[in-house]
């Protein structure tokens, strides 16, 4: 096989890449606002803020999250964040005892 | 929007591969502290070592300057260079780049299937193939005396990896980097005139194919690179040519960096740096295990379009005077970054391994033997953990 015959072969692949790329491109935690993510119950996002306050960190981790509004979010993990420490949330809105709250997959300070 | 981070990443992955010293790991801690996430920072690391294990080879046949996952190729390609075939030689890397990617994206979902089916067996494996790796290449030195010097290497690398710790790029940098290339000054250097026919021989497919296999087991070992597994399996192979071991190199280097994506979403263990940030940054699902596979696929074949198109380029550009001061500025540029991302205990890291590194080139002992700084400690982390 020549490298004229490899070349090809690349190319069908990159082809075949690039189609199963957009068979599999699904973006469920796009970047959102906290108003955005808890205008529909189970809507996902990526949201970024400071924490305003911390309520507890450990066993699971309880904050108030603002980025102009503000939302408590539950983190079903033990943590070490403190207050003014901008964050990432990936986070699913959800109703507890009638109030909105964010719930957390996993949070990412921010560097 | 995804393909522009795709391309951005082979962008990047094209400078790693081609700036001696300069790796993915490096690159990764500048994402790591960008505002990235996601399908975005999916998309730009894993364009990016995917590219960057296809283009690696160029300055290690060209140049002679290997990266990590290249050193055990610079011999066999060297080899190939000096009768004029260096484009052959790369393009033998690329076919065998090309199967890993396809074997790869066919057998993902079963390998993850498996490894996190097995996950608590591996751990309890995991010492006994470290132990092995390390007294199989010990023991494969032609004699007793070099096997002698390469227990005294294990023991030095040991020293030096569980001392520098936090020291990894400095350490792989001198064992690997500054050594071949100072060697290289050092000896004449050759340059032969530069053919740009190739032909990759068919028979190259069963070597490719066992480097798929080899770097599906480095990529859930912990400690052992690509090098290391092209040394274990070509112990087991009595004797095997340049071209095959070339084909098997390019096949390892590019399943390592493949199965290390669906070991992360597996084992939640992250074996390079590029997963390292990812497994910061994303979510592990089904969608994006399957999503990261197609951007392997799509950058295994742009990887390898960018690297035979880079090679024609670079036939015969490489003159003795541009050799050496393609080696001195490497040098320079590579204890630069050592200092801009590590600081003086960086430089002082590089210094013993480099020390190291020239002993293990002069003494014509396995330079693999070096990687015992990672294998050793992680060796005694997993019996720490057992017992």
């Not at chain 2, 493949?258 to 990812?278: E, H, I, P, Q, W």
């Amino acid at each position: 096989m020549d490298d004229k015959k490899l070349s090809k072969i690349c190319l069908a692949i990159t082809l075949c890449g690039m189609i199963l790329l957009g068979l599999t491109y699904h973006e469920e935690f796009e970047k959102k606002t906290i108003y955005e993510v808890t205008q529909k119950e189970g809507t996902k996002g990526l949201v970024y803020g400071r924490i305003e306050y911390v309520i507890k960190n450990s066993p699971s981790t309880q904050f108030i999250l603002t980025d102009g509004n503000k939302i408590l979010v539950f983190y079903p993990r033990e943590s070490d964040y403190n207050k003014n420490d901008f964050v990432y949330v990936y986070a699913e809105s959800q109703t507890s005892g009638g109030k909105k709250e964010l719930y957390a997959y996993k949070v990412v300070k921010a560097e | 929007m995804i393909i522009l981070y795709c391309l951005l990443g082979a962008g990047a992955g094209v400078l790693a591969g081609l700036v001696p010293g300069l790796h993915t790991n490096n690159i990764a801690v500048l994402v790591l502290a960008s505002p990235f996430f996601g399908t975005e920072v999916t998309a730009f690391m894993l364009s990016m070592c995917i590219v960057q294990s296809f283009v690696d080879f160029i300055p290690s046949i060209y140049l002679g300057a290997p990266s990590v996952d290249t050193f055990e190729g610079v011999l066999p390609g060297h080899k190939m260079f000096l009768k004029g075939r260096a484009h052959e030689a790369i393009c033998i890397t690329v076919f065998g780049g090309i199967i890993a990617v396809i074997v790869g994206s066919m057998i993902t979902p079963l390998f993850f299937l498996f490894i996190a089916q097995n996950a608590q067996e591996i751990i309890l494996v995991t010492p006994g193939v470290l132990i092995f790796s390390v007294i199989i290449m010990c023991m494969k030195e032609k004699n007793w005396k070099k096997r002698a010097l390469a227990v005294f290497v294990v023991c030095a690398a040991t020293s030096q990896g569980m001392l520098f710790k936090e020291q990894i790029f400095p350490l792989i940098t001198g064992y690997f980097g500054v050594p071949t290339l100072l060697y290289s000054i050092k000896e004449k250097i050759v340059t032969a005139k530069q053919t740009n026919k190739a032909e990759v021989p068919a028979k190259t497919i069963v070597e490719a194919l066992t480097g798929a296999v080899g770097g599906a087991i480095v990529a859930v070992m912990p400690g052992i690179g690509s090098n290391v597994a092209a040394a274990m399996i070509k112990t087991f192979k009595n004797k095997i040519g340049s071209r095959k071991y070339l084909a098997m190199l390019g096949s390892i280097n590019t399943s390592n960096f493949f199965f290390s994506y669906a070991t992360l979403f597996a084992l939640d263990k992250a074996r390079n740096g590029a997963m390292l940030v990812l497994r910061e940054k994303i979510i592990p699902t089904g969608e994006m295990l399957y999503y990261g596979t197609a951007i392997m696929l799509f950058a295994g074949g742009l990887g390898g379009l960018i690297t035979i198109l880079l090679s024609k380029k670079a036939l015969n550009f490489f003159s003795e005077k541009k050799t050496f001061f393609f080696s001195i500025g490497s040098i320079i540029l590579m204890i630069f970054l050592v200092g801009a991302f590590n600081g003086t205990q960086g430089l002082i890291a590089l210094g013993f391994s480099g020390a190291l590194g020239l002993f293990v080139l002069t003494k014509k002992i396995r330079r693999s033997i070096c990687m015992s700084s990672l294998i050793v400690p992680t060796l005694f982390f997993y019996l720490f953990i057992l017992i």
